[in-house]
T-cell receptor, first 114, second 113 residues
Framework: DTEVTQTPKHLVMGMTNKKSLKCEQH?????MYWYKQKAKKPPELMFV???????INESVPSRFSPECPNSSLLNLHLHALQPEDSALYLC?????????????FGPGTRLLVL | QQQVKQSPQSLIVQKGGISIINCAYE??????FPWYQQFPGKGPALLIA?????SEKKEGRFTISFNKSAKQFSLHIMDSQPGDSATYFC????????????FGTGTKLQVIP
């Protein structure tokens, strides 16, 4: 099973709202990732968690706040977003170790900020 | 040095034809090269991947050719089908631990009947 699930599938929020995106995997992967993807562009890395610890933050604005409650779950808390933050938000997971680099992506959450 | 250059940006192929997408990289520390297929509104899905110790890998209709000395790799889709119409991303990363993946810019493939 190589499934990564994400909820919700679609989200519309105002600039003053607070919302959360959720990601779950049951493959025993210990690295989890958040990506942002704009139309016709490749995914852009935002955060990496390894063994539930934040390992990479790609200088993402503080209005995005990641959280990794356990090895299977990854959340992205959103607050005071801007219209330019509208995008497809992708979660991915991978093993941590040599020859185990493949990242498996979820279907994404399509976010629209009004 | 972290870039992966991908071409063409878009590609139209007749059903049954061969689709070829090319990528080039500069960072010699890269040693894992996956290709992802993405349909509209979906997340990228791993299609096939290669490591630099082999020059070619084939899985069904999909083949990766890898030229380590030229730092280039390509995806060949044989007998292209309309269902192959999607955006394809080449990518590169190091190995071991968690990895920061560098994606190519993507190729939108359209296979026409």
């Amino acid at each position: 099973d190589t499934e990564v699930t994400q909820t919700p599938k679609h989200l519309v929020m105002g600039m003053t709202n607070k919302k959360s995106l959720k990601c779950e995997q049951h493959m025993g992967h210990r690295a989890m990732y958040w990506y942002k993807q704009k139309a016709k562009k490749p995914p852009e890395l935002m955060f990496v968690y390894s063994y539930e610890k934040l390992s990479i933050n790609e200088s993402v604005p503080s209005r995005f706040s990641p959280e990794c409650p356990n090895s299977s779950l990854l959340n992205l808390h959103l607050h005071a977003l801007q219209p330019e933050d509208s995008a497809l938000y992708l979660c991915a997971s991978s093993q941590v170790g040599s020859l185990q680099e493949t990242q498996y992506f979820g279907p994404g959450t399509r976010l629209l900020v009004l | 040095q972290q870039q992966v250059k991908q071409s063409p940006q878009s590609l139209i192929v007749q059903k049954g034809g061969i689709s070829i997408i090319n990528c080039a990289y500069e960072n010699t520390a890269f040693d894992y090269f996956p290709w992802y297929q993405q349909f509209p509104g979906k997340g990228p899905a791993l299609l096939i991947a290669i490591r630099p110790d082999v020059s070619e890998k084939k899985e069904g209709r999909f083949t990766i050719s890898f030229n380590k000395s030229a730092k280039q790799f390509s995806l060949h889709i044989m007998d292209s089908q309309p269902g192959d119409s999607a955006t394809y991303f080449c990518a590169a990363s190091g190995s071991g631990g968690y990895q920061k993946v560098t994606f190519g810019t993507g190729t939108k493939l359209q296979v026409i009947p």
